[in-house]
């Protein structure tokens, strides 16, 4: 549903901010034609509707951002010149995570 969202952009609106982006967070990916509705009604490119699902780690967060493209959208929004992000050590930190080397052991004193 995409009543919720266009409320709260309305709420911004009423007094006096408008988004650049909207981060939609959800228990599930937002269909393309929900971010292209919720975008025409809150006046943002479709571009500027990031889809944030629910996931097991935080550390997987900067990914989905990434693949959505908001650190493109941010730097052009912002006219600088930005490299291409390289994620490859946080997604070795995110497989380290997921895949410890051994167990430890931790005792309470008390």
């Not at 939609?24 to 944030?52: H, M, T």
């Not at 997987?60 to 990434?66: A, H, N, Q, S, T």
């Not at 497989?95 to 931790?106: D, H, M, Q, S, Y």
Request: proline content about 5%.
């Amino acid at each position: 549903k995409t009543k919720p969202t266009q409320h709260s952009v309305k709420e911004l609106l009423s007094i006096g901010i408008q988004p650049d982006v909207l981060i939609c967070r959800s228990d599930r990916a937002i269909p393309a034609n929900e971010r292209a509705k919720i975008a025409l009604f809150c006046n943002v490119p479709e571009k500027a509707v990031i889809s944030l699902k629910d996931v097991d780690s935080i550390y997987k967060i900067p990914g989905l951002l990434k693949s959505q493209g908001l650190d493109e959208f941010i730097c052009k929004r912002f006219n600088l010149a930005c490299q291409a992000a390289d994620l490859s050590e946080w997604e070795q930190v995110i497989f380290e995570e997921a895949n410890p080397a051994g167990e430890v052991t931790i005792g309470m004193v008390g």
